[in-house]
């Protein structure tokens, strides 16, 4: 299984761009990067996905260097809502071979 | 569509009482899994399903059942509940592997479980 180590919380103003960085050394072959979002007393939310280069969607954007040994989650102009736990997961679920893991994520803190 | 939900939200049991989450999806995912969150941690996959009447065990599986029926339905079964079960439980679906898609997993609301 390919272990994921990402910062425990950080903290940011409204309008701010976040950005946290997951780094997941033993990466395999086949494995995606997918970052999920969580509110308190709501289950996760997928955010994006990514294998390599950069992947932007509406809500975020994804980058990962050529050795896939990172990723960066970006998050523009964050606001109040954007408060949450992000988690970086690597892997493919259910594959037979591993299972996507939750570490305990990111706790991202916007303050007005 | 409704996505996933689940029941009940909160549930109370003693020792040893047994119990079943009901999971339900109305996407048509063929995966669906079972997961537990404790206070101040991540989420550890208990057991999940590719399909219907195909399961397998994830991280935790010791003291839960589960079953897949139709594609539908995913229950949760709690044997004989321990304090150690005490938790949120949440399911999931996804599409499958085929799909390109299966990553996203849809997860319903929780539910919040205590065993005195």
């Known amino acids: 299984l390919a272990k994921t180590t990402q910062p425990i919380s950080m903290d940011s103003y409204e309008g701010q761009e976040v950005n946290i960085t997951c780094s997941h050394n033993n990466i395999a072959t086949n494995d995606y990067i997918t970052w999920y979002q969580q509110f308190p007393s709501q289950g996760p939310r997928f955010i994006i996905q990514g294998y390599k280069t950069k992947v932007t969607n509406e809500v975020a954007s994804l980058f990962i260097p050529a050795d896939r040994k990172s990723s960066t989650l970006s998050l523009p102009r964050v606001s109040l809502s954007d408060t949450a736990v992000y988690y970086c997961l690597v892997g493919r679920p259910f594959s037979g071979y591993s299972t996507l893991t939750f570490g305990k994520g990111t706790m991202l803190l916007v303050s007005p | 569509n409704a996505g996933v939900t689940q029941t009940p939200k909160f549930q109370v049991l003693k020792t040893g009482q047994s119990m079943t989450l009901q999971c339900a999806q109305d996407?048509?995912?063929?995966?669906m899994s079972w997961y537990r969150q404790d206070p101040g941690m991540g989420l550890r996959l208990i057991h999940y399903s590719v399909g219907a009447g195909i399961t397998d065990q994830g991280e935790v599986p010791n003291g839960y059942n589960v079953s897949r029926s139709t594609t539908e339905d995913f229950p949760l079964r709690l044997l004989s509940a321990a304090p150690s079960q005490t938790s949120v439980y949440f399911c999931a679906s996804s599409y499958s592997s085929s799909s390109g898609r299966d990553n996203e997993q849809f997860f319903g609301p929780g539910t919040r479980l205590t065993v005195l």
């Open positions: 996407m048509n995912h063929e995966y």
